[in-house]
């Protein structure tokens, strides 16, 4: 059973594993304060081409959302998100749960954009009604597309014009930013955003996120936020020495063009069986759209999730590819896919 379900189902890239290996029984200071942590602090401010922001690093996704978003909010303050958004759809009210209500907007491609932003804002005009504060985005969104610099831009004037904070949700921000269809520079997020972040876990850590606060304001005691949610790691070394040897020279890049190399050559393969797809996704996810049939053949031996129904017959799958997926086991899946028409 070889699995196409998400992009974390390996451990870590040999190179993080031999770094934490070699580091493993050297006494340092904690909870972030380790020099691994400072210089790989260091290599994305350079990396990101910017000194006055400040990077904080946390172990997981959901983590790093609910931690960043509770400290940027007030208590009636509210997020706007697409209908699909991984805080509204997948991290088990963890926002909501800090007090803050996620006020969902219904997209068809899984991205906001300027539109979507007013219309809440129309909506909710006075004191009896939460306020609407922050805007979520992922990038790649949670169905796999991704935002262009120019529909980023004009949701940052959005932003700006309307006094929101821009909050960029990058657990794959690596494939984003590595699609074929890419025009956006990692060092336009610090521009673009109010915050965001850099996602490790999937992309070749073994876990990790990079969180990116570039306004001034969101910046006052976020490691205090960090202390009372749990999300500051004792061993902060193991997050440190991690995204020090990711981002030391292209292998962050590399793990993630190869993850969208190996979900392009599965996207190209299933359109040539004549298949269709749910949405179009030009990063490490895709959403075929197969017979029912074909689906129990092929669960036999491979694991990925049926996304959703679309007609009796047909539902869509996602299939996920990672820094590690090998080519032989896309091929097989084409070969299988092929042999059950």
Known sequence: MYSFKNDYSEGAHPRLLKALSETNFEQVDGYGEDLYTQKAVQLLKQTIGR????IHLLSGGTQTNLTAISAFLRPHEAIIAANTGHILVH???AIEATGHKIISVEVGDGKLNSLHIKSVLDLHTDEHMVKPKLVYISNPTEIGSIYSKKELEEISVCCHEN?????IDGAR???????????????ALADLADAFYIGGTKNGALLGEALVICRESLKEDFRFHMKQKGAMLAKGKVLGIQFLELFKDDLYFDMAGHANTMAGLLRDEITKAGFNFLVHSPSNQIFPILPDRIISELQKNYAFYVWSKVDPDHSAVRLVTSWATKEEKVLAFIKDLNGAL
């Open 91 to 93: 991290e088990t009210g």
């Open 173 to 187: 921000l690596g494939s984003a930013l590595c699609s074929d269809e890419n025009d956006l520079e990692l060092s």
């Open 51 to 54: 000194d006055d922001i400040d």
């Open 163 to 167: 006094n929101l904070f821009l909050y």
